[in-house]
């Protein structure tokens, strides 16, 4: 109702009323019509059943049949009269005329005690009234009352029932309801005829004014209403005219005023747009300088770091040799020159691109927790040399698969704890990690650097975030830097929709808090392996260090006790409440006692609990030192997830077969020069390619070189590699394409490959992992990053000062492996003169020489292998006679290459033989000799199962494995039975 118009709302004001009336009074008077017509319909069937009783009286009495159907008969034609019984003393019908009498009672009424009953049906009205004997009706008697008065001394004769029909009454009810409607309606229509003509006469003038005033605020000032009527809306519609008036004069004035004002405008334009045209200009050649600037940048930022890095790296080769006390301390200058050097290079580069708004973001999948602690791990050299503490922590409920940039956050989150480092001389640095927000598709993750460091006053924090920013003039003389980080970090930040800011008093440390909006990365993810069984026990171990190593541990479902002194340990083993497969032990190297590890592994020995030592040394030689005074083996911290699983998986196996007690497999200290991993370098800059190779050679390494991409194809085809460092930018073939090659080839689809790159531009960085990269490392690459990283890919661990001996102790060894597992030398002398091999069949089914011979002599890799050969070879000579049988040629030579690549690594020449001949036809689709070949498989395979059923094949490899030393005969035969 609140949109109705006026013109609606008077009408419906003029009806209302009448139709309230009209309904209120023809209600009232319709219903009343209603029972008056009932009441008369009944008051008939009374009158006209009082008069039946007195004329049925003689013919009920005489018996007379007749008489009494002639009256029923006549009783029919009076009005509304349906049917009429007659009925006798007993209820025994005499006379009927009429149809059948209606019995859907509506209601039921006693006139009178053994007189007169009234019964009421849907479509008719019953009177019952008896026939007496002498029953007269006094008429005098009708006007007092309705119902004369009989005497009930006269005999009962009989009874009378009458029906009369109610559809002439009903048909008059219908008529009077028409015509009560039919008021009613020419009623409203008379009221809606005069309601309409008063909306006409008060709407007209109204739309008039309203039309004057669309137009007036359309800007026709000219407009005026005229209203035909005096009273208020004349009144209204003269002082609309008024204001109309007072616009059209206002208008004008403004018109001309504003003609001038466009004159002058003119005049002024003009001179704009010749200094916009200068501007323009100047503007042009602004922006061409910057691009050229951001070009020259980008073009020689190779030029610029490829004879840096070899400037560095050999720098790091000489400080290695003997120099005196200044030459080291040049070299050293140097050094930490050439770096300074390399990293402005970088942060000026960046901000080039920030300059020309060509800083881009990737939107590609990363783990939060490798970049959180590839970031920690790369700080920490530089603050455990300061003595400073370093850790992070990570809430369990912030997301780590994560869509976005993640090297820019690594970037960050570096030069945040660079800075902290730098300021720090003492106390710790902590990294917290917490969620903000989480929504459906994307977290707000915040993080948090908080050093115990110099601290930044109020004034000095509003210089930070711009340009070549620092807390004060001495900063740069002191602790060096451009000032470009945190500039570079707050754009970064701000380009993932975060912010950063800080919080600092002087002398009392600082926290930058920054935070990120990333989506959520929702593909599934590989879970690390689980180790159900695994107990183990941490000592002395601050809170920080505990809490992040017991938050990985639960995700590897591996118990972990907490003990805060050896007293309590002891005391723990001693009553049998704790159970454990090692204790992991942690001491900072800076206050390493001696005699306080030799203790604990003195403790230890009666309960069979070996010591892993943790520390926060990074020193290769530390670890060392920590593995003579006793430990098993020693972790340093921080440390990669990945890493700390793999340490966890080398002591303890795998999570269906985790020991109780904990065997250390050898490290890389320990190994045979024969167990080194080989590497291979790749780059065609014969100096780069020497220092890579220099560097390697120092670490232990005798590392294979290349000088082009095919050149390093040839070697991974041909020989064995475990790593290779590829140069990316080589003529022909570059290092992608390469690596592309390189993993194509069988069985080199997982081959750590490791670029290196001049290149300091942060795009072409995460292009090398997003190209299938493993990692990179920027040129100039130190020995220390080159031996991390070694580590990292390899497993091998270089301590300087400690030599690599064939003879090392067994003592460090696992009990299933022994120096003569590693041993590549030749061995046909032996093979042809082995007890073995004259224990092999007649027909070569099976050779234990050969079988040993490509397990490299390890009796487990072999047993393994022709395990799983016999395991699976029924299914797969199955699917080979299937798809034979449906000549699908080309799964079968899938299949027959799959069976023959298992056959390569057990003794079973003939078998392959076979194989090999059937592979090299089907691949040169020469069919006719296929039949041969099947035949010929089937045979094979018949015979080798036969075969094995009746000979015990690992007896011969045991002895075979003997025949290589006999002098150390009893140690083998211990690692076999353990195998």
Known sequence: MKNWSLKHRIIIMGLLPGLIVAVALGGYFGIQRFHDLND????????MAKQLAPVCEYGVMTGNVGILQNIATNMLEERDVRAVTIYSQDMEKLAHAGPIMMEDYVSSTDLN????????????????????????????????????????????????????????TRLERYQDMVSSISIVLIALFGCFIVSLRISHRFTGPINDILEGLKALVAGKYETRVRVDDSGELSDVSAHINSVATNFQQRLEDTQTNLEERLTDLQVNSDELEIRNHQLAIGKNEAIEASQMKSVFLANVSHELRTPLGGIYSYLKILERSKLTGVQSEHVATMQQQSEDLL????????????????LYLEHIPFHLRDVIEETVIAAAPNAYKKGVALHYTLADDVPLHLLGDGFRVKQVLGNLLSNAVKFTHEGEICVDVTLGNLRPEQAIIQFSVTDSGIGISEEQQKRLFKPFGQADSSTARQFGGTGLGLLISKALVENMNGEIRVK??????ACFQFNIVADLDTESHSALESFPNLSLAILSAPPSIVSNLQQRFEEWQIHLTVFETLTQLETALDQGNVRCQAVLAWTRFANLNEQAVGLL?????PYEVPVLAITDTMQPGHTGQLIRLGAADCLSLPVKTAH?????HRHFGTAQNSCPVPVRRPTLTERLPSEKPIILVVDDNEPNLRVAAMLLEELGLSPLKASSGQEAIDFVRNQPVDLIFMDIQMPGMNGLQASQKIRQLPDKAALPIIALTAHAMADERRLLLREGMNDYQTKPISIEQLAACVQQWTGYRYAPGEPLRNDEPALHRMPAESPETTDTTPRSSVENNSPAADQNSGDDTFSASEALTVANRNLSIAKDMMEMLLGTLDKEIEAIREAWEMEEMTRLQELVHKLHGAT???????????????ESDLKQSNSDGYPQHMRGLLTEVLALQEWVATNDWLRLLEVELDSGDQGKREDQTRVITEA
């Open 343 to 358: 990293r402005i290079i970088d942060d000026l580069l960046d901000l080039s691109k920030l300059e020309a708004q060509k």
């Open 40 to 47: 008369l319909l009944d008051q008939r069937a009374l009158a």
């Open 601 to 605: 592994t003195e403790m230890l020995k």
């Open 904 to 918: 390569k690594y057990c003794g079973v020449p003939v078998l392959r033989k076979r194989l090999d001949q059937f």
């Open 113 to 168: 005690h053994d007189k007169l009953h009234m019964m009421h049906t849907s479509g008719s009205v019953r009177v019952r009234t008896p026939i007496y004997e002498q029953n007269l009706v006094i008429a005098d008697q009708l006007s007092e009352q309705f119902f004369a008065e009989v005497d009930t001394t006269g005999r009962l004769l009989g009874f009378a029932e009458l029906e009369l029909s109610n559809a002439n």
């Open 644 to 648: 700390l699983h793999q340490f966890v």
């Open 504 to 509: 600092s008093n002087t002398g009392q440390g």
